[in-house]
């Protein structure tokens, strides 16, 4: 809601009419106890969407209320900002004496912390109700059944999905986009001018191949999200060259980033860490067809593909409501179809498997390998290791914007 990180959690405190001079205490208390990275002036704009989380984090755990409600608050986290954000809750919750619900996909590293677990239905209904061990005991075959990640399962087995919904619509190069020794600089607008930018990434080499899938890795805020956008051509880098292959080029040449837009759509998609970034229209089905207008698509064939796309990542029956109105793992599957419903030859997607559940993530992952395996070049990002190693060809790992390997 605020300019800088620091005004942002001192909001509740403001509304809840806090004398002054205990805010900013407060505040920096909280940044430390959500263990953020920067200092109180640091500008909300700058953040990756793992800070942003534990920005949101401090916001709540500065009010000090009695009962603390988190929606999946480490779903955009590696594993070890997640574990060292868990502990930070539970080292709260037990200083304060306060009552804690979270909502979780993933639920092992919660087990030891929580006294009770609740399983919903797909309607809302509840499934199981007890202690965790009480749970796990009597209904670990119904839950998996569900979907639900239970500890000591194996990976699911990814989706098979039909080539037809998925491929790209034309042949294309071998190498799509080839990204050399680039390093982007990022500042978070005209307020940031007398600071110096931010080093989001650094000589970084990458390739975007028809037929691969490459997984970008590295701990929250590495540079994953910067990466897989300069390779879609969404911005220019600082250094370096992002360049595709010239039998993709056009009357701009062969820097993605110098591409109108409709040119750039047809050749290379994106999905967004935040879904609702990505949303441009007003129903789900839309949405996927959007690109696929825009890009001058056989409409007979788009909505086929549009149709065939929703049922596999299980949104069907949402196809006429608002993208708005979804939930966040639906979002998150419906950025996903769309950008593969018109058939790009490069699909750079930011954490696609946030929020799913088992069967959704292997819906997911079904469909991303079999545009892979139908000639689409893929780049993803991701915290998500398990994905990484079921869906990569190559693997490239980030730490503070450098290759590590
Ligand atoms: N608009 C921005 N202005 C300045 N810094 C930014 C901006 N967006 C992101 N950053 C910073 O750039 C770095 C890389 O961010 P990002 O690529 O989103 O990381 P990741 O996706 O690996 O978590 C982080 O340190 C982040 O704080
Ligand atoms: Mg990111």
Request: charged share 15%; no cysteine; hydrophobic share 30%.
């Given at each position: 809601v605020a300019e800088t990180v620091g005004r942002d959690v001192a909001f509740g405190l403001e509304n809840a009419r806090v004398p002054r001079s205990e805010i900013w205490p407060r505040v920096d208390a909280a940044l430390a106890a959500a263990r953020f990275?920067?200092?109180?002036?640091?500008?909300?704009?700058?953040?990756s969407g793992g800070e942003t989380q534990r920005l949101v984090l401090a916001g709540n755990l500065v009010?000090?209320?009695?009962l603390l409600l988190l929606d999946?608050?480490?779903?955009?986290?590696?594993a070890e900002a997640a574990a060292s954000v868990r502990n930070a809750i539970q080292h709260e919750v037990l200083r304060r004496g306060c009552t804690t619900v979270a909502v979780e996909h993933q639920l092992e590293p919660w087990l030891d912390f929580v006294d009770r677990l609740v399983v919903l239905g797909?309607?809302?209904?509840?499934?199981a109700d007890g202690t965790p061990a009480q749970v796990l005991a009597d209904h670990a075959d119904a839950l998996a059944a569900q979907g639900v990640w239970l500890p000591g399962l194996p990976a699911p087995a990814l989706l098979p999905v039909d080539a037809a919904l998925v491929s790209p619509w034309e042949d294309g190069p071998q190498r799509l986009v080839t990204a050399t020794g680039v390093g982007v600089e990022l500042r978070a607008g005209l307020a940031d001018r007398r600071a110096p930018p931010t080093v989001?990434?650094?000589d970084v080499d990458a390739e975007l191949r028809s037929g691969r899938a490459l997984a970008v890795t590295g701990p929250s805020g590495a540079g994953k999200s910067t990466l897989v956008s300069v390779l879609a051509g969404l911005s220019r880098p600082t250094s370096g060259a992002v360049e595709a292959d010239p039998r993709l080029a056009t009357r701009q040449g062969t820097y993605p980033w110098r591409w109108r837009s409709r040119d750039l759509t047809a050749r290379l998609a994106w999905a967004p860490?935040?879904?609702?970034?990505?949303v441009v229209t007003a129903s789900v089905r839309d949405e996927v067809l959007a690109s696929a207008r825009a890009c001058g698509r056989e409409a007979g064939r788009a909505e086929a593909r549009a149709d065939g796309l929703l049922e596999t990542l299980g949104l069907g029956h949402l196809r006429?409501?608002?993208?708005?109105?979804?939930?966040g793992g639906e979002q998150r599957r419906l950025m996903v179809a769309a950008a593969l419903g018109?058939?790009?030859?490069?699909l750079l997607l930011d954490?696609?498997?946030?929020?799913?559940d088992r069967h959704t993530w292997a819906a997911v992952l079904g469909a991303i390998s079999a545009a892979r395996t139908a000639g689409a070049g893929v780049a993803v990002s991701t915290h998500d290791l398990l994905a990484a190693k079921v869906l990569a060809d190559d693997q490239l790992q980030l730490s503070g914007g450098r290759t590590v390997r």
């Open positions: 990275p920067y200092a109180a002036s640091h500008l909300t704009r700058a953040l009010l000090d209320n009695r999946e608050p480490t779903s955009m986290l590696d797909p309607h809302g209904e509840i499934v989001a990434l650094a860490q935040t879904p609702e970034h990505g006429g409501v608002s993208p708005y109105h979804l939930s018109h058939g790009p030859h490069g954490e696609p498997t946030v929020g799913q």
